[in-house]
């Protein structure tokens, strides 16, 4: 069922005032830096924690509402929640695990075994039923939580930070079976992830959440593509230039001209991707509209490639061959010249 | 190879050490040279020694029955409530622990006694008279050991991970099941722990025993009475009572430590 949440929560010096909206069957990401106000977010729709106003309705059941002083405990919802580290009740086997839900909401031992037994076949760890949670490895006690959190039909799914204590090999292959059963699932997904990788592969849509505001929403393709803050174009790999359109040229608000392709005017981001962009020792012969004198600053490997932090007039990011940083012999404060095709650079209004 | 600490002890500390261990162990020590060995059994077997010893151990059980009934709720208010004046609660609880066993039982007879506060209403509703009787023994008893359970469990419900009873609240249980069936298995190994301490303070219990109950053999002379007067009269008795005790407690730190304490550890 659908979900429509309005929050707001003072934490401290910070107010969370976060609003969602999920359709049926979507999965909104809720992408963000530790301690943006996902996590409260979270317990605020899984009535772990009461807001200081706002209202939280699912299909047509009012869950919150703190003008009307309602405040639907969180056993009285119909959600299923996963956390970051599972939590399975140690002291159960794993099927007594999920079939606990359906225990607390009436069923009979034995219809919400077999119910939970059919559960671990569909996440893949059927062999395990008889365990203790802790036999298990960290994957297989993700794909058992994820079946104590789907087992009971729930209206809303919440998943916290899902992936995130997994080491990433099993990440990839969890992450690959979450999709398909998040695409089997027709209630209402809230993930929250500090990993823009789970939020581009599972989401249908993305809001990004910052110091407990929403900074910018859309599908993770667009999201990806024009980042409208440093902490977004850091996760996807992008140099944000914040500037002013002057045709085809933008001029940097840290100084320094970029030439694009399009015609532009006003506030504007320019985004650059760390491949498009070329070293030289030199500067490079030709007339190239983007070249610019900078500095190393840090290099890291980067699977095949060194990820190179420029500054300079203009700061960067540039992937380079492992190759080509030794032929350009590069270390930190290196001098070298940076270019970009005009072609490649991303613009989009602020 | 790997490297090993160095192992030696500074003589300022190695010193004091032993000495502390020796003050601690000789006494038990000697309990055992001086202990009437032939005597042993014939001692043992006498009436009174099995009435004491029986009553020693029924009212010990049923004080710790009492304190797990009444104590694992009241340290679960204290670790998880957010009432008002918890720290004054929780002091309040403590105040046993440290105050002397003689003064506890005189403060039960002000109030239950047959003019104090409560005894004279229960005297004059349901005729029911508390000091001297097994009741008074049990009362006293669980008065002085509660604490030592209500301590133990709220520290393992501290240490147990709150997160599990959030799990457990989106599972559909309410407060009361997930106490039931999430929280209290948890803290179980803290429970059996707190437990053991309780019965074994309470087995040991003297001072607010004999004054709240006082010394009759067969309903309320429990061991520890025993052993004392048995030292005025015959003092081989009271070494010979005083060796069952030391064996009753050595037995319940054993399965402490194989049972609990281990197990309480690694949970933790």
Known sequence: ?350 | MRGRREAGVPAPLLVPALLAVAFLVLPLLGLLVRAPWSELWPQLSSPAVGQALRLSLVSATAATLVSVVLGVPLAWVLARSRIRGRSVLRALVTVPLVLPPVVGGVALFLVLGRQGLVGAWLDEAFGLTIPFTTTAVVIAETFVAMPFLVISVEGALRAADARFEDAAATLGADRWTTFRRVTLPLVAPGVAAGAVLCWARALGEFGATITFAGNFPGTTQTMPLAVYLALQRDPQAAVVLSLVLLAVSLATLLLLRDRWLSRAGAAA
């Open chain 1, 1 to 350: 069922m659908s979900l429509a949440a309005s929050v707001a929560v003072a934490r401290g010096p910070m107010t969370v005032g976060l609003d969602v909206a999920v359709a049926d069957g979507e999965v909104l990401a809720v992408l963000g830096p530790n301690g943006a106000g996902k996590s409260t977010l979270l317990r605020v729709l899984a009535g772990l924690l009461r807001p200081d106003d706002g209202r939280v309705v699912v299909g047509t059941d009012v869950w919150v509402d703190v003008a009307a002083g309602v405040h639907l405990p969180a056993h009285e919802r119909r959600l299923g929640m996963v956390f970051q580290d599972h939590l399975l009740f140690p002291h159960l086997s794993v099927t007594d695990n999920v079939a606990f839900g359906l225990r607390t909401r009436g069923v009979r031992r034995g219809p919400a075994r077999a119910a939970a037994r059919e559960w671990l076949a569909r996440v893949g760890v059927a062999d395990l039923a008889d365990r203790r949670p802790g036999q298990l490895s960290g994957g297989q006690a993700q794909r058992a939580a994820l079946a104590r959190a789907l087992v009971g039909d729930p209206a809303l799914l919440l998943l916290d930070e899902p992936l995130s204590a997994l080491d990433a090999r099993t990440r990839l292959t969890v992450r690959a079976e979450l999709r398909r059963h998040l695409a089997d699932y027709g209630g209402s997904t809230v993930l929250v992830t500090h990993d823009p990788v789970d939020a581009m592969a599972l989401a249908d849509r993305v809001v990004v959440v910052e110091e407990g505001r929403v900074v910018q929403a859309g599908t993770p393709a667009d999201v990806s593509r024009h980042p409208r803050t440093d902490y977004v174009a850091r996760l996807v790999g992008l140099a944000l230039l914040p500037g002013t359109g002057e045709g085809g040229t933008v001029r940097l608000e840290g100084g320094g001209r970029v030439a694009v392709a399009e015609q532009t005017a006003g506030p504007v981001f320019v985004a650059v991707r760390p491949e498009s962009v070329a070293l030289y020792p030199s500067r490079p012969d030709g007339s190239p509209r983007n070249v610019w004198p900078a500095r190393l600053v840090a290099a890291t490997p980067h699977g095949s490639t060194v990820r190179c932090e420029l500054a300079g007039e203009v700061p960067l990011i540039a992937d380079v061959t492992a190759t080509a940083f030794a032929e350009l012999g590069l270390a930190p404060g290196t001098p070298v010249w940076a270019s970009v095709k005009a072609s490649e650079v991303a613009v989009y209004d602020r």
